[in-house]
């Protein structure tokens, strides 16, 4: 990783963006990093658009705002690519990755002529496959991890579980599921 990396989600309300923004924040913060998650929304409801960051590094982070220029782009929700201008600000030394079961080539024409790396990942498939429900957070958490080089991913697995016990503590018959999820989205982006 480099010294400091800026991520921007694309998501619709209730599908974890914002989570998983924060729990990348946690477990970032838990190794040692030097981080920042944030959500950004108004009045919104189930449904629509939401924007969340991620700042990660190993120097202190100084600014406090929006991400403008992010490293990379994580779009939990593919139908936001015709409603939301996903690219934009978007490094092309950084990557995008979409939440999609189509293939790239018939998404990168959707990406506003966007000419970095663009990484897809059935986040419905890995979630239907390890928790029998729709949740894309845990994938796509996974896949911008693996994809940005934020930390090896055997600690990231480790400090995901140590979260998770505690996130979960009511409700442990979720954690194995969401835990399977995060081991296969690493093999299932590409």
Known sequence: MKKNIEIRWHGRGGQGAKTAALLLADVAFNTGMHVQGFPEY????????ITAYNRIGEAPIRVHSNIYNPDYVVVVDETLLSAVDVTNGLS???????????????????????????????????????????????PMLASIVKVANIMNQDIFLSQMEASYKHKFAKKPEVIEGNMNALKMAFEEVQ
Not at 42 to 49: F, I, L, S, T, W
């Open 92 to 138: 092309k030394e950084g990557a995008i990755v979409i939440n999609t079961a189509r293939p790239k080539e018939e998404i990168i024409p959707l990406l506003n002529g966007y000419s970095g790396q663009v990484f897809t990942i059935d986040a419905r498939k890995v979630s239907m496959a390890t928790l029998g429900k729709y949740f894309p957070n845990s």
């Open 42 to 49: 108004g009045p919104e409801r189930m449904g629509a658009p």
